[in-house]
């Protein structure tokens, strides 16, 4: 049986855990979410009326402000993931780690924000009525 | 910790690489199409159906649907061999797994492969 490169445990000891518990916990999440998703996007099957009614319910306020959370969760576990491929595969990459992670958490960041502040703007019109 | 249990084993790990590509690309690609982003829309009957009802999207959405469940599934089970010590609690947990993943596998199928718009 092949093993796994000695790559990952080095990256494992010098990002420290942390980077690696926020991936689990917001993988953990995404699997939540996703299981609700396929079971309430299954409804669209029952036709416009079914539809927008269930989706009038999953996009009250409480749920598009909600959904800040999982665009965090959604752009940290892409961004952390890609990291982690690219100080697996690419051994410049390696030694450049914390730039990596810098760069990738920047990008992550300004598409948190790029996305999350009209979303937020969306939510605050939601409030308003 | 055994090695045999630390590691998914060699495809496992590759493929959970693959499908997380894919995943990034498709994800973004789903917030900017679905929800409009950076200009968020609510979701709609008569803004998606039309799109989901072409066969273009109906082979993006299975691609997108398979992806997401074995990056998601096999997340949770390499989780929960790092905190299941017992064997048989990890095998049979690894059924519970497949059959969940079938189960939403096939709840998915039947709603993106018949879809048709209705009136």
Request: with cysteine; net charge positive.
């Amino acid at each position: 049986m092949l093993e796994r490169p000695n790559v990952i445990k080095h990256y494992r000891w010098h990002m420290g855990t942390w980077a690696w518990v926020l991936h689990r916990i917001t993988g953990l999440a995404l699997v939540f979410y996703l299981v609700l998703h396929i079971w309430v996007i299954h409804n669209i099957s029952s036709g416009p009326k079914g539809f927008d009614k269930v989706m009038g319910v999953v996009q009250a306020p409480l749920f598009l402000f909600l959904e800040l959370g999982l665009l965090g969760c959604v752009l940290y576990h892409t961004f952390n993931g890609l990291r982690i491929m690219i100080v697996e595969f690419s051994k410049e990459g390696c030694e450049a780690h914390k730039m990596v992670w810098g760069a990738m958490m920047a990008v992550a960041g300004f598409l948190f924000l790029l996305g999350g502040v009209p979303m937020f703007v969306h939510f605050l019109h939601s409030i308003a009525g | 910790m055994t090695e045999k249990r630390a590691s998914g084993g060699f495809y496992a790990w590759l493929l959970q690489r693959i499908t997380g590509v894919v995943l990034a690309v498709l994800l973004i690609a789903h917030f900017i199409v679905t929800h409009g982003l950076p200009h968020p829309s609510g979701v709609t009957y008569a803004r998606i159906a039309p799109r989901l009802a072409t066969p273009t999207w109906k082979v993006i959405d299975m691609l997108f649907l398979a992806c997401a469940l074995y990056h998601g599934l096999n997340g949770v089970w390499m989780v929960l061999q790092d905190y299941v010590e017992s064997e048989g609690m990890q095998t049979f947990l690894f059924g519970v797994l497949c059959v969940l993943g079938a189960i939403l596998f096939f709840l998915g199928a039947i709603t993106v492969i018949p879809f048709a718009v209705q009136a």
